[in-house]
């Protein structure tokens, strides 16, 4: 039977992002399904009233309280020591800490809000006539609208779920796909080139297709075993 560790934290708790950093290293080494748990979540709340909590962070193994505080990395591993080795280390579980790639996504997102914006603001807002009011609107469309899905979409919906999403190579290959189908669309449309801007639009399709394999698995999986 896999182990269930659930870490109840708090987005105002300091000491819990620690907490989060010690479990996601461990959860790096053994194969146990991890599950992190703000307070202010019914689940988590359910499991505060139950255990009789006190104060976060805490870990809590198969319904048992096992540790209050941040644990260090020897006491975790204890704690999981009988779960096996973990073989394939492509899908991670999602806590309060952004990843990397989340963070490159939103900043992505906000560079392109900002050339799209003053785009659009000097050739005379959406209504206007410039040039380059095409390619812009596209930037807008595609360029912010994606990447803040893609940033917010690989945070957020595993850790409404529990369940890990793949990361690693997989998701820096569709940032890149969406950067470059994004940048060639626009050169294409602003140069009046057909072609660069379908082969644009292919490559990003391409990034939206690796993003939809990412999540199918994250939206099919029941998560962690929940504990009563």
């Known amino acids: 039977m896999t182990i269930t560790v659930q870490l109840l934290v708090s987005e105002w708790c300091e000491p819990c992002r620690g907490a989060e950093e010690v479990w996601r290293l461990v959860a790096q080494k053994k194969d146990f399904a991890f599950e992190v748990l703000d307070v202010g979540q019914r689940e988590g709340r359910a499991i505060i009233a139950r255990v009789g909590l006190k104060t976060v962070p805490a870990t809590v193994i198969d319904g048992v309280l096992r540790h209050v505080g941040v644990p260090t990395s020897k006491e ?10 973990k073989t394939a280390r492509s899908a991670q579980y999602v806590g309060m800490t ?11 997102a906000a560079a392109y809000l900002a050339l799209a914006g003053s ?25 912010f609208a994606a990447f803040s899905v893609f940033g917010l979409g690989e945070h957020m919906l595993p850790r409404f779920t529990g369940a890990p999403i793949r990361g690693g190579w997989i998701a820096s290959a569709q940032q890149g796909l969406a950067h470059a189908g994004t940048l060639l669309l626009v050169a294409g449309l602003a140069g009046g080139q057909r072609v660069v801007a379908l082969l644009g639009g292919a490559l990003a399709w391409s990034a939206f297709a690796l993003f939809a394999a990412r999540l199918v698995p994250v939206l099919r999986s029941p998560g962690p075993r929940r504990t009563s």
């Open 76 to 85: 975790a591993l204890e704690f999981v020591a009988t779960a096996p080795d």
């Open 98 to 108: 952004l990843e990397a790639t989340s963070r490159w996504a939103i900043a992505a």
């Open 119 to 143: 785009a659009l603001v000097l050739g005379g807002g959406i209504a206007g006539d410039a040039p380059w009011r095409g390619p812009a609107l596209h930037a807008f469309g595609l360029g």
